[in-house]
């Protein structure tokens, strides 16, 4: 039987610099292609699907293991085009891995593992991306309350598209706002606080230690 691949663009170790898992030493593994072409997409190289190489699930994981970390982050791109990434989140699973999966929110959340050591971290895109038409909101009834919705914020108008969105579909898991790459949180943060929203305001941590360096 002929293995299952996946279109890898790159894996490295880091830290998590965004979300709930914020600052916890993680092995990425970013997948290859995505749909969307956000405004502001920071990860412009993993968007065409010819690029990259295809790898072994056995190849994805052996490179895992060689770093010193018991949690795993599959980003993209969008991991969830590639059809065997459920069947690699499942293999971590079972090696013990905590594993976090980063999606835009475009491509259905069924199927996916119900265990305590897997994080569907969802992004809703706001009208400064020019993608927010493109995400499926059926996909927040599927989040675990231990799941995380997130929203990356470049300005007002993001901030009260967010907290409509937050009104109208009343997400019972973890929401993050997250201002993009270079923008002042101290806004955002003054404005949750002003209208009692029940959300964490997180910045990019890897940006603040290491800039926009690629593998970091």
């Not at 293995?3 to 990425?28: A, D, M």
């Not at 412009?44 to 056995?58: P, W």
């Amino acid at each position: 039987m002929k293995e299952k691949t996946i279109r890898i663009n790159e894996i490295f170790y880091s830290i998590q610099g965004e979300g709930i898992q914020i600052g916890i030493p993680t092995v990425f593994i970013r997948t290859q292609g995505c749909l969307f072409s956000c405004s502001w997409c920071d990860t412009v190289y993993a968007r065409d699907f010819e690029k990259g190489k295809d790898m072994k699930v056995s190849e994805i994981i052996k490179k895992v293991k060689k770093y010193p970390a018991k949690y795993v982050c599959v980003t993209g791109g969008e991991p969830l085009l590639q059809k065997n990434v459920k069947f690699l989140i499942s293999r971590l699973l079972k090696r013990g891995y905590n594993v976090n999966l980063e999606t835009n929110g475009s491509v259905s959340l069924n199927g996916l593992p119900k265990s305590k050591n897997f994080l569907i971290s969802m992004d809703v895109k706001c009208p400064s991306s020019k993608m927010e038409k493109r995400v499926d909101f059926r996909n927040i009834k599927l989040l675990k309350k231990t799941d995380q919705l997130k929203f990356v914020l470049k300005d007002k108008k993001d901030y009260d598209y967010a907290k409509n969105i937050i009104k109208k579909y009343k997400p019972g898991c973890n929401i993050v706002f997250m201002p993009v790459g270079g923008t002042n949180a101290k806004k955002f943060a003054e404005n949750v606080l002003k209208n009692g929203l029940n959300v964490r305001v997180l910045i990019q941590l890897h940006k603040v230690i290491w800039g926009d360096k690629r593998g970091k």
